[in-house]
């Protein structure tokens, strides 16, 4: 089994700094996700769901109650249920390893991989 779309990667999309971003896995929990984002559930992988809106269940605090652009009623997941992300849009602040600046970046998770270094332009 080969580990290599796991192993860190240059961002090449940054023009402001150098980025090392890791994969993320195919599968992850329910909770990872936030309002726009795109995913799938294992069973239907063919059905893109796009979040409208996800809160915890008001009695069943284990539970997420999710509304998607994409069925006319809203469900409820487990919060370690395993969803496959599609689309992840996130603006991630970022601290350079060198001077400590902060910058914010705009990424897809899922085509960029999660920030893991972060080397601004000065140096
Ligand atoms: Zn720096």
């Known amino acids: 089994m080969s580990t290599a779309s796991n192993l860190p990667m240059p961002n090449p999309r940054q023009v402001n700094g150098f980025l090392v971003t890791v994969s ?3 599968t992850l929990s329910a909770s990872h996700l936030c309002r726009g984002d795109i995913f799938t559930l294992p069973a239907n992988p063919n059905q893109h769901l796009t979040v409208e809106t996800i809160a915890p269940h008001p009695e069943i605090g284990s539970r997420l109650t999710i509304t998607t652009n994409d ?4 469900f ?3 919060i370690d249920e395993p969803v496959q992300p599609v689309r992840m849009p996130r603006t991630m602040r970022v601290t350079c390893r060198l001077c400590g600046a902060a910058t914010d970046v705009d990424l897809d998770l899922v085509t960029h991989g999660e920030p893991k270094i972060w080397i601004c332009s000065r140096h």
């Open 24 to 26: 993320l896995p195919p």
């Open 71 to 74: 069925m006319p009623i809203s």
């Open 76 to 78: 409820t997941l487990h």
